[in-house]
C-alpha cells in the first residue's frame, strides 16, 4: 500500500487531520501548522477574538454593516457574495481577506497584501471560507479530537507560533495532548503564516528530518 508524508497548515491543518483519521493506513507522518480544528470556539475567536487585537483593520472590515451583520459576519459577507451588486461583494470579500491577511503575520507588507488581494482571488477565496464556515466545516463538533486515537501511531510533528493571532495555540496544544508521541514545536513570537522565518524553519527542519522516512 502506497503511504505519504501529511502535511499542511491552518485551514490545512484540518484537512490534514480529516484525512488521516479516515485513512491511517495512507499516513506515514503529519507535519502541521498553526492547528486548525474546525470548531464553533475557535470560529468565534476569529468573529470576536481578533477585532479586539485589530479593531482598526476589524472596523474596515465591517464598514457598512449593523451590529447584528457583524455578530454573523460570514453569513451577511456571504449574502453580500451572492447578490446582483458586484461592487459590493468584491469590497466584502477583499474586507475579509485583508483582515485575516494582517493578523496571519506579526509584521503585516500592506501593499504586499493589497496586490496579492486581487477582486477575483478574495471573490474566490471569501466564498470557499463562508461557504465552509456556515456549514460547520462539515465535521461534527470536536470530532478531530474525539477520533485522535485514530492516528495513534502515526509520527506528528505540529508547528505553532506563540503570536498566531488567526489559530492560537490552544488548539495546538490541545491536540498535542490528546495525541500520544507527537512533537509540539511553539515558536516564540511566531505568527500565523508560513512564511513567518520562524515558521519556514521549523517546517524546513521537520521535512529534513522525515526525508528517510518518506523513501
Known amino acids: 500500500m502506497r503511504q505519504w508524508i501529511v502535511s499542511g497548515g491552518s485551514w490545512g491543518s484540518t484537512l490534514a487531520l480529516a484525512y488521516a483519521q479516515a485513512h491511517p493506513s495512507r499516513c506515514k507522518a503529519l507535519v502541521l501548522r498553526g492547528i486548525f480544528l474546525g470548531t464553533r470556539d475557535e470560529m468565534h475567536w476569529v ?36 447578490g446582483e451588486d458586484r461592487e459590493a461583494a468584491v469590497r466584502a470579500a477583499i474586507a475579509l481577506a485583508k483582515f485575516e491577511w494582517i493578523a496571519a503575520t506579526v509584521s503585516p507588507d500592506l501593499k504586499e497584501i493589497e496586490a496579492e488581494l486581487t477582486p477575483e482571488f478574495s ?3 471569501s466564498q470557499i ?19 485522535i486515537s485514530k492516528v495513534h501511531g502515526i509520527p506528528g510533528y505540529i508547528v505553532q507560533g506563540t503570536c498566531d493571532w488567526v489559530c492560537p495555540p490552544w488548539s495546538a496544544v490541545r491536540l498535542h495532548r490528546a495525541w500520544p508521541g507527537s512533537k509540539l514545536l511553539l515558536l516564540k513570537g511566531a505568527g500565523h503564516s508560513s512564511s513567518e522565518p520562524a515558521v519556514a524553519e521549523a517546517m524546513w527542519g521537520t521535512m529534513e528530518e522525515l526525508k528517510g522516512l518518506a523513501s
Open 47 to 82: 468573529n470576536q477574538g481578533m477585532r479586539k487585537l485589530f479593531p482598526l483593520e476589524w472596523l474596515e472590515c465591517v464598514e457598512g454593516m449593523s451590529e447584528a451583520e457583524q455578530e454573523h459576519l460570514h453569513s451577511t459577507i456571504r449574502s453580500r457574495l451572492s
Open 123 to 125: 471573490l474566490q477565496y
Open 129 to 147: 471560507v463562508c461557504h465552509y464556515v456556515m456549514n460547520d466545516f462539515f465535521i461534527d463538533p470536536d470530532q478531530l479530537i474525539r477520533e
